[in-house]
């Protein structure tokens, strides 16, 4: 294996443990805390072997993302973006560049990822959308969903679309957000401008919320900003977009779904869904679904949404592994 692409994250972190060494990997250990330690040491027991080539690879990505979050910290953004296109051209820069600041983005505000949505909706229910939309651009996808789903509906719109044209964050304006939430939220954040919201990011919230609230805001935004809901339907992910993946794609996912939501989902989906998962799968599988299918009465709505729904949540998280791509609007034919 050469091709550090194939790797997870997870074992990643896995090969840059094993690679520095049993003294600084305990050092490194003392700084996890008990999931991240158990996690690790399990992606490490497993590991499979690995030429050294690959580990060159894997531990040469780590460095460069080592450097260039210690350039950002020591001179800021421009800077560090200049001396990368120096050190590795440009290209590789901006890769440098997006990659830490997705770090970064999701180290600042920590407490607000650790907060339940519930407390967190308390907290920001009362906020100008501009303030919501920022608080929720450092959420997670599905904190951020839960939220806005509950927010009042007039309110919804303006928060995704301001969420939507966000780009860039100063220190000073996190630091007027911390003081004014001071009385609920206690976090100290020093950094350089970094990516939050954004189009890619209110897509990856709205494939999570209900379809209702979805069709809401939509119908909404669509009468003030048509051209930017076209913008975030471009990069979202919904359950009947399957029939734009490849064959290789679609077994990939298939083998980490459960039985019973492919059946729900299935007998809740058109007939071109259906046929192309079923074109996917072994045999036995195909039989077992179909048996499961045939016991299923009065399902609901609901069900089967939560259900696609789950499903698209594993073809996103195996995306992010880099373990099959999503080509929306390729040229890619489905091979059934």
């Given at each position: 294996m050469s091709d550090i692409k194939e790797l997870t994250s997870s074992e990643r972190a896995a090969v840059v443990i094993t690679a520095i060494g049993t003294d600084n990997a305990a050092d490194v250990f003392k700084h996890l805390n008990d999931d991240e330690v158990e996690r690790l040491t399990l992606e490490v027991s497993s590991l499979p072997y690995m030429d050294g080539t690959t580990v060159e690879a894997v531990l040469n990505d780590f460095y460069e993302l080592c450097l260039t979050q210690k350039v950002i910290t020591d001179g800021g953004v421009d800077y560090a973006r200049v001396v990368l296109e120096k050190a590795f051209g440009i290209e590789a820069a901006e890769r440098l560049m997006h990659k830490i600041s997705h770090t970064m983005q999701q180290k600042s505000l920590a407490f607000v990822r650790k907060s339940d949505y519930k407390n967190l909706l308390a907290i920001?229910?009362?906020?100008?959308?501009?303030?919501?939309?920022?608080?929720?651009?450092?959420?997670?996808?599905?904190?951020?969903?839960?939220?806005?789903?509950?927010?009042?509906?007039?309110?919804?719109?303006?928060?995704?679309?301001?969420?939507?044209?966000?780009?860039?964050?100063?220190?000073?304006?996190?630091?007027?957000?911390?003081?004014?939430?001071?009385?609920?939220?206690?976090?100290?954040?020093?950094?350089?401008?970094?990516?939050?919201?954004?189009?890619?990011?209110?897509?990856?919230?709205?494939?999570?919320?209900?379809?209702?609230?979805?069709?809401?805001?939509?119908?909404?935004?669509?009468?003030?900003?048509?051209?930017?809901?076209?913008?975030?339907?471009?990069?979202?992910?919904?359950?009947?977009?399957?029939?734009?993946?490849?064959?290789?794609?679609?077994?990939?996912?298939?083998?980490?779904?459960?039985?019973?939501?492919?059946?729900?989902?299935?007998?809740?989906?058109?007939?071109?869904?259906?046929?192309?998962l079923y074109a996917n799968m072994p045999q036995r599988m195909q039989e077992s679904i179909q048996q499961e299918i045939e016991y299923m009465h009065n399902i609901r709505m609901r069900d089967v949404e939560e259900a696609q729904q789950r499903i698209v949540g594993i073809i996103r998280h195996l995306e992010e592994e880099g373990e099959l791509v999503i080509g929306k609007g390729g040229d890619d034919e489905i091979i059934a």
């Open positions: 920001v229910q009362n906020e100008y959308p501009q303030t919501i939309a920022l608080i929720l651009s450092y959420a997670t996808a599905e904190q951020a969903s839960a939220v806005l789903s509950e927010l009042p509906k007039e309110k919804r719109v303006d928060v995704v679309e301001r969420m939507a044209k966000m780009d860039a964050a100063s220190p000073e304006t996190i630091k007027a957000i911390e003081t004014t939430l001071e009385r609920k939220f206690s976090a100290v954040v020093s950094m350089d401008t970094t990516e939050v919201g954004g189009v890619n990011y209110v897509a990856d919230v709205l494939n999570k919320v209900d379809r209702a609230t979805e069709k809401f805001i939509f119908d909404e935004l669509t009468i003030r900003d048509p051209a930017l809901v076209e913008e975030i339907k471009k990069k979202m992910f919904v359950f009947e977009d399957i029939l734009s993946l490849d064959s290789m794609a679609i077994q990939r996912f298939i083998r980490e779904c459960e039985i019973k939501d492919l059946a729900i989902a299935i007998k809740g989906s058109n007939s071109d869904v259906a046929a192309t």
